[in-house]
C-alpha cells in the first residue's frame, strides 16, 4: 500500500513542477491525482505538526485567510490551501506543495479551509490540533440539505478526533456551539453592539435541539447569532472563555476579556461578521500560547481580504458598484439585501443572481428565493430594480409579493439589455450583484452601464 | 370563512414551504391561517377545518411528527375519505405511508397508504427536479432527498414527463386520493404551480383567482417551457 503512496507522491510531483511550466499554479490538479492513485494519500502524507482547521457555513475563507496572514506575520512558515478547494483533493495539493521530493514535509504549521461535508474524509486523517467553527446556517438546499443535517454530520466526524481536536466555538451560535461535547472545547462570545439586525422570515434555527423549546435571544449580531436561550430548558449561550466588549464597530475596536484580565484590540472591519471572525483569530492565538501586546502588534499589521468586497467606479458622480453574492443561497442573499437596504444612499440594484450556466442547474429552483428576504429591499433607498436573466419573471413575482411596487422593477431575459433600463438621474449608485461563481460576469454588465452611458454622452 | 391548519410550523417549515400557506392565505380574504405547534392537540381531532397542510422537516423531527400523529390516524383517515382537502408536500408524504426504513431501523408511520419508504443517508442527496401531468395540468416539482418510496401506487398524483418519480426508476410521483394531494416536490409548491393553487381555491368552494394572477401565470409558463425543453 506505501508502493502505491510513493508513485502517487511522485506522479503528483511532477504533476506540480509540469504545471509550473505551463503556467497553471493554483490548481487542484496534483492532489486530485494523488488521490486517484492512492485513495489513502492523506493518512500516509507528512503531515505539519500542527494543524489548524477551519470549518462553518460562512466566513471559512476569511478567516483562514486572516490566521494564515497574521501566523506568517508573527514570522512561522504557514501552509495552506488558500490558492485551493477545500475538499480532499486541495489540501492534498498543499501537502504536497509542502514535501520535498522524498515525501518530507517541511512546514511545521498548517492552517486548512476544511469543506464541511468532507469532514469524515479529512479529520480521521489530518486530526487538527484546532478546529474554529465559524457558524453553521442553512447553505444551499442541495448542498448541505438543514443545519441540523450537517450538524450530525460534523459531530460524527468530530468523536473520530476527540482525543486530539480542540474546538474554538463561537458560543453565539445555536447551532455550532454545542458541536462536539467530547472535545475540548473553548468558547467565544461577545456583548451586544447594538448591531440591529432585521428579523430574517427563514431563520436558521427558530427550536431548541435539546426539548423543541422556542429559541429566544437577548440579543442578536445578525441572523440567529446571538446570545440566545431556551423558552423552555437550560439549553442557552455557553459561556465564554474569551469575551469581547464595548465592541466599537465604528471606533474599530474592542476589549477582550478573560478572567480577570481585560485587553484592547483594533478591529479589522466595521462588520459584526468579522469581528466574530477575529475574536475567534484572538482565541486561536491565545490558546497557542502569544502574549495580548503580540496579538495587538500583530493585527495591527494586518487586513481582513474580503474577496466578495464591493468594487466601485465612478462617473458623472454615480457610483457604479460590483458585489458578489451568493445566489441559490438565501442566508447570504439575505444579509446583501440587508446591507444594501440599510446602506442608506439611493441606488438602483441589477440583479444577476441566476445560474448562467443552466437552467436545469439543481440548486435553480423556487426555494432559495422565498426564504431570503426580499421584504429587505422594500425601501425608499432602492430606486429600481432591474431583474436579470431565466428566472427573472418568478424573481418579479418574489419581489412583488415582498411589497415592492410593480413601477420599481424590471426584467430583462438577457442581462446584457440590463444597461438600457439603470436610471440615469435620482440615484447615487448603482450595484450589480452577481452570482459569486461568476464574477466576471457582474463586472461586464457594470462595465457596459458605464460605457453605454459614456456612449450616449458623446453622441449628445 | 375557510380554516387551514398547518401542523407543525415551527418544525415543517423547511425550504420555504411555510411559503405556500402565506400564498394561499394571501389569496382569499376568505381563508384563515391556523398554526398549531407540537405541543398543542391538531385541530382537526376535534374541529371542523376545510384543509391541513404538513411540509417537510429532518429526519429527526419527521419520526417525532409522526408520534405526535400516531394518535390521531383514524380521524385524519375520515377527513380523508369525507373529502377534506389534505395537502402533504416533500418528506412529509412518507408519513402516511407504511414504514421508513433507516439502514436496520424500521420507523412504523401512519399507515394510511400502502407503501414504504427508505433513506440514504450515506449516499449522495438526490437533487432533481420533474415536469409531469394531473389530468390536464402540467405540473413542475423539485426534490432534494435522501430517500425513496417504493410500493405498489394506484392513484398517483403526477405522471411525470420530464425527470424522475418516487424513485428513480418511476414515472409516477406522489399520491391522490378524494381531496388528498401528497408530493415529494418540496419548497413553495403552490407558487410553481398556479394551475394547481386554483384547483385547491376552488376545492374551498372559493374563487380561483390568485394574487399576482399575472405575474405568477407568466413565470409558470415561462418555466414550464424551459424545463420541459431543457429536462430529459
Ligand atoms: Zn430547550
Known amino acids: ?460 | 370563512m375557510k380554516r387551514i391548519e398547518f401542523l407543525y410550523p415551527e418544525f415543517c417549515y423547511l425550504y420555504a414551504e411555510e411559503y405556500n400557506m402565506e400564498y394561499l392565505g394571501r389569496c382569499s380574504s376568505e381563508i384563515e391561517i391556523l398554526r398549531t405547534g407540537h405541543l398543542e392537540t391538531p385541530k382537526f381531532v376535534t374541529e371542523d377545518v376545510d384543509m391541513i397542510y404538513l411540509g417537510c422537516t429532518t429526519e429527526a423531527t419527521q419520526e417525532y411528527v409522526i408520534e405526535l400523529l400516531k394518535p390521531y390516524t383514524d380521524k385524519l383517515k375520515e377527513h380523508i375519505e369525507k373529502g377534506t382537502v389534505v395537502f402533504l408536500t416533500g418528506n412529509a408524504i412518507e408519513i402516511i405511508g407504511k414504514s421508513i426504513k433507516d439502514e436496520d431501523r424500521i420507523i412504523e408511520a401512519l399507515g394510511i397508504y400502502d407503501f414504504t419508504s427508505e433513506r440514504f443517508m450515506k449516499r449522495k442527496r438526490v437533487n432533481t427536479q420533474f415536469v409531469g401531468r394531473m389530468g390536464d395540468d402540467v405540473i413542475m416539482g423539485h426534490m432534494a432527498k435522501y430517500s425513496h418510496m417504493t410500493g405498489d401506487i394506484t392513484n398517483p398524483m403526477i405522471e411525470i414527463t420530464n425527470g424522475y418519480g418516487m424513485n428513480m426508476e418511476s414515472k409516477i410521483e406522489g399520491i391522490h386520493d378524494h381531496n388528498l394531494f401528497a408530493t415529494y416536490s418540496l419548497g413553495p409548491f403552490l407558487i410553481l404551480n398556479p394551475v394547481f393553487t386554483k384547483k385547491i381555491l376552488a376545492l374551498l368552494g372559493l374563487s380561483d383567482e390568485l394574487l399576482f394572477e399575472k405575474e405568477i401565470m407568466e413565470a409558470y409558463e415561462y418555466r414550464k417551457t424551459e424545463l420541459m425543453e431543457k429536462l430529459k
Open chain 1, 1 to 460: 500500500m506505501k508502493l502505491r503512496y510513493y508513485i502517487a507522491l511522485l506522479l503528483a510531483k511532477m504533476s506540480v513542477i509540469a504545471l509550473k511550466i505551463t503556467k497553471h499554479n493554483g490548481t487542484n490538479f496534483p492532489g486530485a491525482v494523488a488521490v486517484k492513485i492512492c485513495p489513502q494519500f492523506l493518512q500516509y502524507a507528512d503531515k505539519p505538526k500542527r494543524i489548524i482547521g477551519v470549518t462553518g457555513t460562512n466566513g471559512k475563507t476569511t478567516s483562514t485567510n486572516l490566521i494564515c496572514d497574521v501566523l506568517e506575520q508573527a514570522g512561522l512558515k504557514v501552509l495552506s490551501n488558500r490558492a485551493g478547494s477545500n475538499l480532499n483533493s486541495g489540501i492534498s495539493t498543499s501537502l504536497i506543495n509542502g514535501m520535498n521530493i522524498f515525501g518530507k514535509q517541511k512546514y511545521e504549521t498548517a492552517v486548512f479551509e476544511m469543506d464541511e461535508r468532507s469532514a469524515l474524509k479529512l479529520y480521521p486523517y489530518l486530526k487538527p490540533d484546532y478546529l474554529i467553527v465559524t457558524n453553521l446556517a442553512r447553505d444551499s438546499i442541495g448542498r448541505n440539505a438543514h443545519p441540523e443535517y450537517i450538524f450530525n454530520f460534523l459531530n460524527n466526524a468530530l468523536k473520530i478526533v476527540e482525543d486530539k481536536t480542540t474546538l474554538i466555538l463561537n458560543s453565539d451560535d445555536p447551532v455550532s456551539s454545542n458541536l462536539g461535547k467530547g472535545n475540548k472545547r473553548i468558547f467565544m462570545g461577545m456583548a451586544d453592539c447594538n448591531a440591529n439586525p432585521f428579523v430574517n422570515s427563514s431563520p436558521d434555527v427558530s427550536y431548541c435541539p435539546d426539548c423543541g423549546g422556542k429559541i429566544r435571544y437577548n440579543y442578536r449580531f445578525y441572523r440567529s447569532i446571538g446570545n440566545f436561550y431556551c423558552e423552555d430548558c437550560s439549553y442557552s449561550t455557553p459561556e465564554a472563555k474569551y469575551f469581547a466588549e464595548d465592541v466599537d464597530l465604528k471606533g474599530g475596536k474592542f476589549t477582550v476579556k478573560e478572567g480577570d484580565s481585560r485587553t484592547e484590540f483594533p478591529l479589522l472591519s466595521n462588520t459584526v461578521f468579522n469581528a466574530l471572525n477575529e475574536l475567534a483569530l484572538i482565541g486561536l492565538l491565545r490558546e497557542l500560547g502569544f502574549e495580548n501586546e503580540k496579538i495587538f502588534d500583530l493585527l495591527s499589521n494586518v487586513k481582513i481580504t474580503d474577496t466578495r468586497r464591493e468594487s466601485a467606479v465612478e462617473y458623472n458622480g454615480v457610483q457604479y458598484c460590483v458585489y458578489a453574492a451568493k445566489g441559490q443561497l438565501a442566508s447570504s442573499s439575505s444579509t446583501i439585501f440587508e446591507f444594501m437596504a440599510k446602506e442608506e444612499s439611493v441606488k438602483d440594484l441589477v440583479l444577476c443572481m441566476d445560474e448562467e450556466t443552466s437552467g436545469t442547474h439543481p440548486d435553480e429552483t423556487l426555494t432559495w428565493m422565498y426564504e431570503a428576504d426580499y421584504e429587505f429591499l422594500n425601501r425608499d433607498n432602492i430606486h429600481k430594480i432591474i431583474v436579470c436573466g431565466h428566472m427573472c419573471k418568478n424573481t418579479k413575482l418574489r419581489l412583488l409579493l415582498a411589497g415592492i411596487p410593480e413601477d420599481k422593477i424590471v426584467t430583462v431575459f438577457n442581462e446584457h439589455d440590463a444597461k438600457y433600463h439603470v436610471s440615469r438621474e435620482g440615484i447615487e449608485k448603482v450595484y450589480v450583484l452577481n452570482e459569486v461563481d461568476s464574477v466576471r460576469r457582474g463586472f461586464k454588465v457594470r462595465d457596459e452601464i458605464v460605457e453605454y452611458f459614456k456612449g450616449l454622452d458623446r453622441n449628445e
